[in-house]
C-alpha cells in the first residue's frame, strides 16, 4: 500500500467534520447527541470544570506531539553520553528535555541498528508514549494494526513501504504493561554536517514508533 | 477476559491504511470524550485498569465495529454509572437529579499543566520478591480470566525468555477488579515468532511482552 495515499485506517471515521449541525444542516447523530448531553450532565453537577475539559483537549492537540519525540531522537544522535542515559534510564534522560508525565512515567528507548528493527503496538487497548509522541493516530489504534503486528509483522513494515532485508531481526514490544516505548530510530546517511535542530525536523512519528526509517535528507528533497 | 479487544494475531481485520496528515481529533465529539475522560478520572473514583477494564466489557460485535473514542464513550458511561456518580436515569434522560454525591476533588483548569506533567507512575518501591531473572526460561499461564487480564490470548501457554526485569509494579489483573494493587516484578518477555505462530512464522524475529510474576511458571 502506498502510504503517500490519503486514506484512512479500516474505519467509517474519516470525515472530518466539525459536529454541530454541518452546512448541509445534518443533523446530529446518536454519538453527537449522547457526548453532549453527558457533558451537560457532567457540568450541572460538578463533576466537570468546563474550563479544565478546554486545557486538557489543548495541551495534546496544540502543545504535546511528536515534534518532542524528535528533538530527543536528535540529541541522542549528536549527544553519545546523552544517548547512553536515554538506553539506560530512558524516563530520567527524556526528564531532561521537560517531557514527563501521563502515559510516559516509564519510558523505554530501544534502538534500531543495520541488524536489529523494533516496532512497538498495544495489542489489548493502544498505550502510547503520550509525552514524547502525543495522541496515537487512527491506524496504531485500528484491529488491523492491533491484530497483525505480533503475527506478521514484515507483512505489516511493508504495508508501510517498509521492506526490510531477511538478515535484519525484527523485534515487536507489546505495550502490555505502564512502560512506554520509544523507537530510536538510524541516523540516516547524509546528515553528518546537520545540528540538532536539523535533525529534529527529519524524524517522523512512524520512525518512533518502528514502522518506517528515517529518510535520508537527500531522498526526501526528491519528490 | 477473553474479549474482543485481545486482538493481537486475528486474521481478518484488513490491512493496515494510515491517514497522511491526519488531525489529532476527527469530529469535536472526539475531543469532548477525550477531555471528560481523563477529567473524570481526576476524581480518584477508579484507576486506570478500571478504566480499561470498562471498555473492554463492550460486548465483542460493537467494540469492532465502532472507533476508539466510542469505547472511551462507553468506559466512561460505564463507570461513572458503576461508581455512583450518574443515577442510570440520568444517562438516560441527560437531566440532572441532584447534586454529585460527596465532596469530590474536582480538577480545575489551572491544575492541568501540573497534574499532566506529574502523571502517575505504576511503578512501587515495594512487593513482591521477584521470581524471575533476564536469560531465566519462562511459561505463560494458561488462563482464561473472566475478569481484566493483561495476558494476552496470544501468549498463553507459550515459552519464552526473561529479556529485561522492569522492577515492581501495580498488578492490573487485581488492581482493575478492585481486589488491591498486589505490586510484583514486571518483565519483558521475549517469545519467538516461531513458538507463538508455528513453524510458518520468521525465524529470527521475537515479539517482547511486559509480564507479571503472576502470569508467569518457570520451565
Redesign the interface.
Known amino acids: 500500500m502506498d502510504p503517500a495515499k490519503e486514506e484512512i485506517v479500516g474505519s467509517s471515521d474519516h470525515d472530518h467534520d466539525h459536529d454541530g449541525p454541518g452546512p448541509h444542516g445534518a443533523p446530529l447523530t446518536e454519538t453527537q447527541l449522547r457526548v453532549k448531553a453527558l457533558e451537560s450532565l457532567l457540568v450541572d453537577k460538578g463533576l466537570v470544570d468546563p474550563a479544565a475539559l478546554d486545557a486538557l483537549i489543548d495541551t495534546y492537540e496544540t502543545q504535546v506531539g511528536p515534534h518532542n519525540g524528535a528533538r530527543v531522537v536528535a540529541r541522542a544522535w549528536v549527544n553519545p553520553a546523552f544517548k547512553q542515559r536515554l538506553l539506560e534510564n530512558a524516563s530520567a534522560a527524556i526528564a531532561e528535555l521537560g517531557f514527563a508525565g501521563r502515559q510516559g512515567e516509564d519510558m523505554v528507548v530501544i534502538e534500531n541498528t543495520s541488524k536489529v528493527h523494533n516496532l512497538v503496538v498495544c495489542t489489548l487497548c493502544s498505550c502510547y508514549p503520550w509525552p514524547v509522541l502525543g495522541l496515537p493516530p487512527v491506524w496504531y489504534k485500528s484491529a488491523a494494526y492491533r491484530s497483525r503486528a505480533v503475527f506478521d509483522p514484515r507483512g505489516v513494515l511493508r504495508e508501510f513501504g517498509l521492506e526490510l532485508p531477511k538478515h535484519v531481526e525484527v523485534r515487536v514490544w507489546d505495550s502490555t504493561a505502564e512502560l512506554r516505548y520509544l523507537v530510536l530510530p538510524e541516523r540516516p546517511a547524509g546528515t553528518e554536517g546537520m545540528s540538532e535542530e536539523q535533525l529534529a525536523a527529519l524524524v517522523t512519528r512512524n520512525a518512533m514508533i518502528g514502522v518506517a526509517r528515517v529518510p535520508s535528507p537527500a531522498k526526501a528533497a526528491r519528490p | 477476559m477473553n474479549g474482543a479487544?485481545?486482538?493481537?494475531?486475528?486474521?481478518g481485520?484488513?490491512?493496515?491504511?494510515?491517514?497522511?496528515?491526519?488531525?489529532?481529533?476527527?469530529?469535536?465529539?472526539e475531543?469532548?470524550?477525550?477531555?471528560?475522560t481523563?477529567?473524570?478520572g481526576f476524581?480518584g473514583k477508579w484507576n486506570?485498569d478500571m478504566a480499561?477494564y470498562a471498555?473492554e466489557q463492550m460486548p465483542g460485535p460493537s467494540y469492532?465495529n465502532t472507533?476508539?473514542y466510542?469505547h472511551w464513550?462507553f468506559g466512561?458511561?460505564r463507570l461513572?454509572v458503576e461508581k455512583g456518580?450518574?443515577s442510570p436515569d440520568?444517562?438516560r434522560t441527560?437531566?440532572?437529579q441532584g447534586?454529585?454525591p460527596d465532596p469530590?476533588r474536582?480538577?480545575?483548569?489551572r491544575?492541568?499543566?501540573k497534574?499532566?506533567?506529574?502523571?502517575?507512575?505504576?511503578?512501587r518501591s515495594q512487593g513482591a520478591p521477584r521470581r524471575f531473572k533476564p536469560g531465566d526460561r519462562v511459561l505463560a499461564r494458561n488462563i482464561h480470566p473472566l475478569g481484566h487480564t493483561?495476558?494476552?490470548r496470544?501468549a498463553r501457554g507459550k515459552r519464552g525468555v526473561i529479556e529485561r526485569d522492569?522492577g515492581v509494579?501495580?498488578f492490573?489483573d487485581t488492581n482493575g477488579m478492585g481486589l488491591g494493587e498486589k505490586p510484583q516484578h514486571?518483565y519483558?518477555v521475549r517469545f519467538t515468532?516461531r513458538e507463538?505462530?508455528g513453524p510458518g512464522a520468521?525465524r529470527?524475529?521475537?515479539?517482547?511482552?511486559?509480564?507479571?510474576d503472576d502470569h508467569l511458571e518457570p520451565v
Open positions: 479487544h485481545d486482538l493481537g494475531g486475528m486474521h481485520m484488513g490491512p493496515v491504511v494510515a491517514d497522511r496528515d491526519e488531525p489529532v481529533f476527527h469530529h469535536e465529539w475531543r469532548r470524550v477525550f477531555g471528560m481523563l477529567a473524570s476524581l486506570i480499561r471498555r469492532l472507533t476508539y466510542e464513550l466512561l458511561e461513572l456518580l450518574l440520568e444517562l441527560g437531566r440532572p447534586p454529585a469530590l474536582v480538577l480545575r483548569a491544575d492541568v499543566g497534574v499532566l506533567s506529574e502523571g502517575g507512575s505504576a511503578r493483561r495476558l494476552p496470544y522492569h509494579f501495580v492490573p514486571c519483558s515468532l507463538l505462530w520468521s529470527r524475529d521475537s515479539v517482547h511482552i511486559d509480564l507479571w
